[in-house]
Protein backbone atom coordinates (compact mmCIF):
# COMPACT_ATOMS: atom_id res chain seq x y z
CA UNK A 1 0.00 0.00 0.00
CA UNK A 2 2.73 2.01 -1.08
CA UNK A 3 0.30 4.22 -3.15
CA UNK A 4 -0.77 7.16 -1.99
CA UNK A 5 -4.84 6.63 -3.19
CA UNK A 6 -6.40 3.91 -4.48
CA UNK A 7 -9.40 4.05 -6.45
CA UNK A 8 -13.06 2.83 -5.64
CA UNK A 9 -13.11 -0.71 -6.96
CA UNK A 10 -9.43 -0.79 -6.85
CA UNK A 11 -7.04 -3.84 -6.58
CA UNK A 12 -7.50 -6.51 -4.18
CA UNK A 13 -5.65 -9.95 -3.62
CA UNK A 14 -2.75 -8.92 -5.03
CA UNK A 15 -0.65 -9.94 -2.27
CA UNK A 16 1.39 -6.46 -1.88
CA UNK A 17 1.55 -5.14 0.89
CA UNK A 18 4.22 -2.69 2.67
CA UNK A 19 4.31 -2.30 6.27
CA UNK A 20 6.41 0.76 6.17
CA UNK A 21 3.55 3.18 5.38
CA UNK A 22 3.00 7.04 5.62
CA UNK A 23 0.77 8.14 8.26
CA UNK A 24 -0.97 10.83 6.95
CA UNK A 25 -1.73 9.13 3.43
CA UNK A 26 -5.37 9.69 3.90
CA UNK A 27 -5.42 12.13 6.64
CA UNK A 28 -3.54 14.39 3.36
CA UNK A 29 -5.84 13.45 1.21
CA UNK A 30 -8.20 16.57 -0.45
CA UNK A 31 -11.91 16.83 -1.95
CA UNK A 32 -12.63 14.73 -4.03
CA UNK A 33 -11.57 11.62 -1.69
CA UNK A 34 -11.06 8.28 -2.73
CA UNK A 35 -11.14 5.17 -1.30
CA UNK A 36 -7.69 3.51 -0.71
CA UNK A 37 -7.33 -0.53 -1.84
CA UNK A 38 -6.95 -2.42 1.54
CA UNK A 39 -3.60 -3.73 -0.18
CA UNK A 40 -4.16 -7.56 0.95
CA UNK A 41 -6.86 -10.30 0.17
CA UNK A 42 -10.04 -9.83 2.02
CA UNK A 43 -9.12 -13.41 3.21
CA UNK A 44 -6.00 -12.40 4.24
CA UNK A 45 -6.71 -10.91 8.06
CA UNK A 46 -9.11 -14.62 8.73
CA UNK A 47 -10.03 -15.52 11.52
CA UNK A 48 -9.80 -11.84 12.91
CA UNK A 49 -12.03 -10.68 10.23
CA UNK A 50 -13.60 -12.74 8.11
CA UNK A 51 -13.40 -12.08 4.42
CA UNK A 52 -17.39 -11.35 3.53
CA UNK A 53 -17.02 -9.01 6.80
CA UNK A 54 -14.22 -7.18 5.62
CA UNK A 55 -15.12 -7.20 1.57
CA UNK A 56 -18.60 -5.36 2.82
CA UNK A 57 -16.82 -3.06 5.35
CA UNK A 58 -14.66 -1.94 3.03
CA UNK A 59 -16.21 -1.94 -0.49
CA UNK A 60 -19.71 -0.44 0.98
CA UNK A 61 -19.37 0.93 4.37
CA UNK A 62 -16.44 2.73 3.52
CA UNK A 63 -16.62 3.46 0.59
CA UNK A 64 -20.36 5.05 1.28
CA UNK A 65 -18.59 7.67 3.52
CA UNK A 66 -16.22 8.41 0.89
CA UNK A 67 -18.77 9.29 -1.12
CA UNK A 68 -21.43 11.13 0.94
CA UNK A 69 -18.12 13.25 1.66
CA UNK A 70 -17.61 13.87 -2.02
CA UNK A 71 -20.98 14.68 -2.67
CA UNK A 72 -21.74 16.80 0.90
CA UNK A 73 -18.42 18.99 0.15
CA UNK A 74 -19.07 19.28 -3.80
CA UNK A 75 -21.03 22.84 -2.86
CA UNK A 76 -18.41 23.83 -1.14
CA UNK A 77 -15.14 24.84 -3.14
CA UNK A 78 -13.84 26.62 -0.24
CA UNK A 79 -13.44 23.41 1.90
CA UNK A 80 -11.33 21.44 -1.40
CA UNK A 81 -8.12 23.48 0.20
CA UNK A 82 -8.05 21.60 2.99
CA UNK A 83 -6.69 18.01 3.48
CA UNK A 84 -9.10 15.65 5.44
CA UNK A 85 -7.07 15.71 8.26
CA UNK A 86 -7.71 19.68 8.75
CA UNK A 87 -11.13 19.44 7.84
CA UNK A 88 -11.35 17.13 10.83
CA UNK A 89 -9.09 19.32 13.37
CA UNK A 90 -10.83 22.58 12.27
CA UNK A 91 -15.04 21.00 12.26
CA UNK A 92 -15.97 24.00 14.50
CA UNK A 93 -14.44 26.26 11.91
CA UNK A 94 -17.09 25.08 8.78
CA UNK A 95 -20.18 25.78 7.77
CA UNK A 96 -22.67 24.52 10.09
CA UNK A 97 -25.06 22.54 7.30
CA UNK A 98 -21.58 20.53 6.52
CA UNK A 99 -20.06 19.78 10.18
CA UNK A 100 -22.12 16.68 10.88
CA UNK A 101 -21.11 15.36 7.36
CA UNK A 102 -17.33 16.05 7.94
CA UNK A 103 -17.84 14.08 11.26
CA UNK A 104 -19.57 11.25 10.45
CA UNK A 105 -18.13 10.13 6.67
CA UNK A 106 -15.05 12.42 7.45
CA UNK A 107 -14.67 10.12 10.50
CA UNK A 108 -15.74 7.11 9.00
CA UNK A 109 -13.03 7.43 6.05
CA UNK A 110 -10.20 8.38 8.59
CA UNK A 111 -10.76 6.20 10.60
CA UNK A 112 -11.67 2.64 8.49
CA UNK A 113 -8.59 3.70 6.10
CA UNK A 114 -6.21 3.54 9.39
CA UNK A 115 -7.82 0.38 10.25
CA UNK A 116 -7.19 -0.95 7.17
CA UNK A 117 -3.89 -0.71 7.60
CA UNK A 118 -3.55 -1.72 11.43
CA UNK A 119 -4.85 -5.37 10.24
CA UNK A 120 -1.23 -7.38 9.39
CA UNK A 121 -2.47 -10.02 6.49
CA UNK A 122 -0.62 -13.59 6.43
CA UNK A 123 -0.28 -15.80 8.96
CA UNK A 124 -0.69 -14.02 12.81
CA UNK A 125 2.32 -12.43 13.49
CA UNK A 126 4.89 -11.75 16.94
CA UNK A 127 5.02 -8.51 15.91
CA UNK A 128 5.33 -6.02 18.60
CA UNK A 129 6.00 -1.87 19.55
CA UNK A 130 9.05 -0.83 18.56
CA UNK A 131 11.29 2.47 19.11
CA UNK A 132 9.31 5.48 20.09
CA UNK A 133 5.86 3.77 20.64
CA UNK A 134 7.47 1.07 22.71
CA UNK A 135 9.00 3.63 25.23
CA UNK A 136 5.46 5.30 25.28
CA UNK A 137 3.57 2.36 26.12
CA UNK A 138 5.84 1.33 28.83
CA UNK A 139 5.70 4.84 30.56
CA UNK A 140 2.43 5.42 30.20
CA UNK A 141 0.77 1.38 30.36
CA UNK A 142 3.26 -0.30 32.19
CA UNK A 143 4.01 -2.96 29.55
CA UNK A 144 2.05 -3.79 26.46
CA UNK A 145 -0.35 -6.51 28.21
CA UNK A 146 -1.73 -3.36 30.18
CA UNK A 147 -2.71 -1.64 27.18
CA UNK A 148 -4.21 -4.80 25.54
CA UNK A 149 -6.48 -5.10 28.72
CA UNK A 150 -6.86 -0.96 28.65
CA UNK A 151 -8.28 -1.09 25.46
CA UNK A 152 -9.99 -4.87 25.67
CA UNK A 153 -12.17 -2.71 28.90
CA UNK A 154 -12.73 0.12 27.11
CA UNK A 155 -14.04 -2.04 24.46
CA UNK A 156 -16.87 -3.21 26.68
CA UNK A 157 -18.15 0.17 27.89
CA UNK A 158 -21.42 0.42 26.54
CA UNK A 159 -20.44 3.25 23.21
CA UNK A 160 -23.03 1.93 21.28
CA UNK A 161 -21.91 2.12 17.87
CA UNK A 162 -18.17 3.19 18.41
CA UNK A 163 -14.54 2.93 17.79
CA UNK A 164 -11.80 2.16 20.99
CA UNK A 165 -8.66 4.36 20.47
CA UNK A 166 -4.84 4.43 21.29
CA UNK A 167 -4.51 7.93 20.79
CA UNK A 168 -1.14 10.58 21.49
CA UNK A 169 -2.69 13.39 23.44
CA UNK A 170 -1.92 17.39 23.08
CA UNK A 171 0.82 16.73 26.06
CA UNK A 172 2.07 13.78 23.88
CA UNK A 173 0.70 11.11 26.23
CA UNK A 174 -0.72 7.58 25.36
CA UNK A 175 -4.29 7.27 26.16
CA UNK A 176 -7.17 4.67 25.57
CA UNK A 177 -10.39 6.31 24.29
CA UNK A 178 -13.62 5.25 23.36
CA UNK A 179 -15.54 7.28 21.08
CA UNK A 180 -19.16 7.12 19.92
CA UNK A 181 -20.38 6.84 15.96
CA UNK A 182 -17.21 7.83 13.61
CA UNK A 183 -15.89 10.62 15.77
CA UNK A 184 -11.82 10.47 14.96
CA UNK A 185 -9.83 11.82 17.48
CA UNK A 186 -8.47 14.77 15.95
CA UNK A 187 -11.61 16.43 16.50
CA UNK A 188 -10.00 16.83 20.06
CA UNK A 189 -6.67 17.44 18.45
CA UNK A 190 -5.38 14.27 19.33
CA UNK A 191 -3.28 11.77 16.78
CA UNK A 192 -4.95 8.47 16.22
CA UNK A 193 -2.52 5.53 16.55
CA UNK A 194 -4.63 2.85 16.81
CA UNK A 195 -8.56 2.46 15.91
CA UNK A 196 -10.18 -0.79 16.18
CA UNK A 197 -13.90 -0.50 14.99
CA UNK A 198 -16.07 -2.09 17.70
CA UNK A 199 -19.48 -2.39 16.81
CA UNK A 200 -19.79 -3.86 13.30
CA UNK A 201 -17.34 -6.42 13.93
CA UNK A 202 -18.27 -6.99 17.61
CA UNK A 203 -21.69 -8.32 16.53
CA UNK A 204 -20.49 -10.82 13.22
CA UNK A 205 -21.66 -14.18 13.95
CA UNK A 206 -17.70 -15.11 14.96
CA UNK A 207 -18.06 -12.74 17.79
CA UNK A 208 -21.61 -12.04 19.06
CA UNK A 209 -20.80 -9.43 21.09
CA UNK A 210 -18.16 -10.82 22.49
CA UNK A 211 -16.36 -7.57 22.33
CA UNK A 212 -13.14 -7.90 24.41
CA UNK A 213 -12.24 -11.09 22.13
CA UNK A 214 -12.36 -9.70 19.20
CA UNK A 215 -10.08 -6.56 20.11
CA UNK A 216 -7.72 -9.86 21.52
CA UNK A 217 -8.24 -11.10 17.98
CA UNK A 218 -7.39 -7.38 16.25
CA UNK A 219 -4.41 -6.98 18.58
CA UNK A 220 -2.96 -10.19 17.69
CA UNK A 221 -2.23 -9.52 14.23
CA UNK A 222 -1.99 -5.78 15.21
CA UNK A 223 0.95 -4.41 12.81
CA UNK A 224 2.60 -2.44 14.56
CA UNK A 225 4.71 -0.83 12.74
CA UNK A 226 1.49 0.85 11.16
CA UNK A 227 0.60 1.84 14.07
CA UNK A 228 4.73 3.14 15.22
CA UNK A 229 4.22 5.37 12.38
CA UNK A 230 1.55 7.44 13.58
CA UNK A 231 4.02 8.80 15.79
CA UNK A 232 6.94 9.28 13.35
MN1 LIG B 1 -16.99 0.47 10.38
Not at 2 to 15: K, L, Q, R
Not at 19 to 40: E, N
Not at 79 to 99: D, F, I, N, Q, T
Not at 173 to 192: I, W, Y
Amino acid sequence: MTAAVGTVGGPFGDGTHDVRVAPDIVLSQKYPFVLPPLGYATKAVEPAVDAVTLRTHHERVHAAHVAALNAALAEHAALHAYSLGELLMGLRKWPAAVRPVVRRDGGGHANHALYWKLLAPGAPSAMTPGGKLADMITRDFGSRDALQRALQTAAEAPAGDGWVWLVKTATSRLAVRTLPDEDSPLLEGELPIVGIDVWEHAFTPRYRGRRAEYVQAVLARLNWDVAGAQIE
